[in-house]
């Protein structure tokens, strides 16, 4: 029996796991401060029942984030059958006085460990905002046994 659409059990899934440590950029979609969406492309790291993101502290987004937590990510893969995983949650902010340990551990899977050390220790000793996303909701879809719901009987 296949699981629900909304049943976090779905980020257990082979497919929800590849995805959670491929090197694709999340994308992020959150509310702005008039109200209209937003959605932006981001590093992440899954540390098993959160995901991470990390920002520059005056980036636009920690501050519409603390006004209005609600928000919606998705990481996709590039190559049909596209693999997509779809989250809803809570995102909660955090301004740290050096470089988060997740967004470190970001660097290094997205740009290998050489230059993911260098990028982050740039970065080392200055302040930066960490956004944890604790899911509410999942899904997946893979083109092959998951369709979107406009394309099942």
Request: hydrophobic share 45%; net charge negative; glycine share 6%.
């Amino acid at each position: 029996m296949s699981v629900p659409s909304g049943d976090l059990s779905l980020l257990h899934d082979p497919i929800a796991l590849e995805l959670l440590q491929s090197s694709v950029p999340a994308r992020l979609a959150y509310v702005w401060m008039d109200g209209t969406p937003r959605v932006v492309p981001i590093w992440f790291h899954w540390d098993g029942s959160s995901m991470v993101v990390c920002s520059p502290p005056k980036a636009p987004k920690l501050k519409a984030l603390s006004q209005n937590s609600d928000v919606s990510v998705t990481i996709d893969s590039n190559d049909w059958p596209y693999r997509v995983l779809s989250l809803r949650g809570t995102a909660t902010v955090a301004m740290l006085d050096d470089l988060a340990p997740e967004y470190a551990a970001a660097a290094e899977r997205y740009l290998g460990p050489t230059e993911g050390q260098a990028w982050a220790a740039q970065l080392r000793g200055k302040p930066m905002g960490r956004v944890s996303i604790e899911p509410r909701w999942a899904n997946i879809l893979d083109f092959q046994t998951r369709f979107p719901s406009a394309l099942s009987a």
